[in-house]
């Protein structure tokens, strides 16, 4: 296989003139700023935000690319993965026309991402053990098929993808292979980062919400080769990443070595939860995890659902998902929420 991105952009992406913001304009240091119509006087807060945030967020980019070990140049910043996932549908796939394929049960985005772009969506079911079925993925392509996103740790059953099916695909499909990441830190799988250079159409996606903690402030990543990351900085809007979320993130990629001790605690507080569960006559499988949540089959995913409502426990009932069926997702907490749901859990009448 030979992979040319020409061959799967999109003619009118490729033609694009994109916006020159003031901040790509002047890149410098000076003593007044008159370009960007900004308010001069500041911000009504205790500090000021009245500057529009560098439109590639480089400084942190520079700091990832140190934990990462990938050049800033392939790494694209994004308000959330998402928006890296809808600009990956708006940059290759034609409305009407193209389609992609993704592999449930996975992350809800790609379908909605797909249905939002009019792209159309092909369905191939992982196996019973939540594995690639790499001959009906491979029935499935067609000479419009653009894209094929795999979740690795899987949301929502939480086990990794077999390393070489991935490989698989890579090597042999002539469009984008999506890895979304988000739940790395958590598994024993090693990233497919370090795969860029060897996957001209490989695209990483990862975030910060997860392992870092900074959900609340939509900092997503997408890693690919330098051609790709080109496109991302066409398409996205001038200033996608606030001033806010970049100067928090670049506090935070500060402190890897905290990160790491909550990350050791919480696979502790995993196993631990397991154990637990595996008491209770209303559990019937806990699937193998290498994520930050464990997806648990019962006998009542409803009524078990209804009944931590109650309690004020909110874990996700995945009852309707596909090869989910009468299975709960409990994302690992704090060893005093943990047992808090255990305790609850024990009085609770099947």
Same mark, same amino acid.
């Not at 799967?8 to 913001?21: A, Q, T, V």
């Not at 935000?49 to 050049?71: N, Q, T, W």
């Not at 993130?249 to 919480?266: D, F, P, T």
């Not at 930050?292 to 089959?297: A, E, P, Q, R, S």
């Given at each position: 296989?030979?992979?040319?991105?020409?061959?799967?952009? +999109? @003619?009118?992406?490729?033609?694009?003139?994109?916006?020159?913001?003031? +901040?790509?304009?002047?890149?410098?240091?000076?003593?007044?700023?008159?370009?960007?119509?900004? /308010? *001069?006087?500041?911000?009504?807060? =205790?500090?000021?935000? #009245?500057?529009?945030?560098?439109?590639? *967020?480089?400084?942190?980019?520079?700091?990832?690319?140190? !934990?990462?070990?990938?050049?800033?140049?392939?790494?694209?910043?994004?308000?959330?993965?998402? =928006? *890296?996932?809808?600009?990956?549908?708006?940059?290759?796939?034609?409305?009407?026309?193209?389609?992609?394929?993704?592999?449930?049960?996975?992350?809800?985005?790609?379908?909605?991402?797909? /249905?939002?772009?009019?792209?159309?969506?092909?369905?191939?079911?992982?196996?019973?053990?939540?594995?690639?079925?790499?001959?009906? !993925?491979?029935?499935?392509?067609?000479? #419009?098929?653009?894209?094929?996103?795999?979740?690795?740790?899987?949301?929502?059953?939480?086990?990794?993808?077999? +390393? &070489?099916?991935? &490989?698989?695909?890579?090597?042999?499909?002539?469009?984008?292979?999506?890895?979304? $990441?988000?739940?790395?830190?958590?598994?024993?799988?090693?990233?497919?980062?370090?795969?860029?250079?060897?996957?001209?159409?490989?695209?990483?996606?990862?975030?910060?919400?997860?392992?870092?903690?900074?959900?609340?402030?939509?900092?997503?990543?997408?890693?690919?080769?330098?051609?790709?990351? @080109?496109?991302?900085?066409?398409?996205?809007?001038?200033?996608?990443?606030?001033?806010?979320?970049?100067?928090?993130?670049?506090?935070?990629?500060? /402190?890897?070595?905290?990160?790491? =001790?909550?990350?050791?605690?919480?696979?502790? $507080?995993?196993?631990?939860?397991?154990?637990?569960?595996?008491?209770?006559?209303?559990?019937?499988?806990?699937?193998?995890?290498?994520?930050?949540?464990?997806?648990?089959?019962?006998?009542? *995913?409803?009524?078990?659902?209804?009944?931590?409502?109650?309690?004020?426990?909110?874990?996700?009932?995945?009852?309707?998902?596909?090869?989910? =069926?009468?299975?709960?997702?409990?994302?690992?907490?704090?060893?005093?929420?943990?047992?808090?749901? !255990?305790?609850?859990?024990?009085?609770?009448?099947?």
């Amino acid at each position: 296989m030979s992979f040319n991105i020409d061959n799967i952009i +999109r @003619e009118n992406i490729k033609k694009l003139k994109p916006y020159s913001s003031a +901040r790509d304009e002047f890149k410098g240091e000076a003593s007044v700023y008159l370009d960007a119509n900004e /308010n *001069a006087y500041g911000s009504p807060l =205790e500090r000021n935000f #009245h500057r529009y945030p560098d439109p590639m *967020a480089y400084a942190v980019k520079l700091e990832l690319s140190k !934990i990462k070990g990938v050049p800033p140049r392939n790494i694209f910043l994004g308000n959330g993965s998402d =928006e *890296a996932i809808d600009i990956l549908f708006r940059s290759f796939c034609n409305p009407g026309t193209d389609n992609v394929i993704i592999v449930p049960p996975t992350y809800g985005m790609y379908e909605v991402s797909a /249905n939002i772009n009019d792209i159309s969506l092909k369905r191939v079911n992982l196996t019973a053990d939540y594995q690639l079925d790499l001959d009906s !993925i491979a029935a499935a392509i067609d000479e #419009h098929t653009k894209m094929i996103f795999i979740c690795s740790p899987n949301n929502p059953t939480g086990n990794s993808i077999r +390393r &070489e099916d991935i &490989e698989t695909l890579l090597a042999n499909f002539n469009g984008l292979v999506v890895v979304d $990441e988000a739940y790395i830190n958590f598994s024993r799988q090693k990233s497919f980062i370090q795969e860029l250079t060897e996957y001209s159409n490989l695209v990483v996606l990862q975030t910060l919400s997860k392992a870092w903690g900074l959900a609340g402030l939509r900092v997503g990543m997408a890693f690919a080769s330098e051609e790709i990351i @080109e496109i991302f900085n066409k398409v996205k809007p001038p200033y996608n990443l606030n001033e806010a979320s970049q100067e928090l993130a670049l506090a935070a990629l500060k /402190n890897v070595n905290q990160v790491n =001790e909550w990350i050791k605690e919480l696979l502790k $507080e995993r196993d631990s939860l397991v154990l637990a569960l595996k008491n209770f006559d209303f559990v019937l499988d806990i699937y193998p995890s290498d994520a930050n949540f464990i997806l648990v089959k019962t006998t009542d *995913a409803n009524g078990i659902y209804n009944y931590l409502v109650e309690q004020g426990i909110i874990i996700r009932n995945r009852n309707k998902v596909e090869l989910c =069926e009468g299975c709960v997702r409990i994302t690992i907490g704090t060893p005093e929420e943990n047992n808090t749901l !255990i305790d609850s859990l024990k009085s609770y009448k099947a």
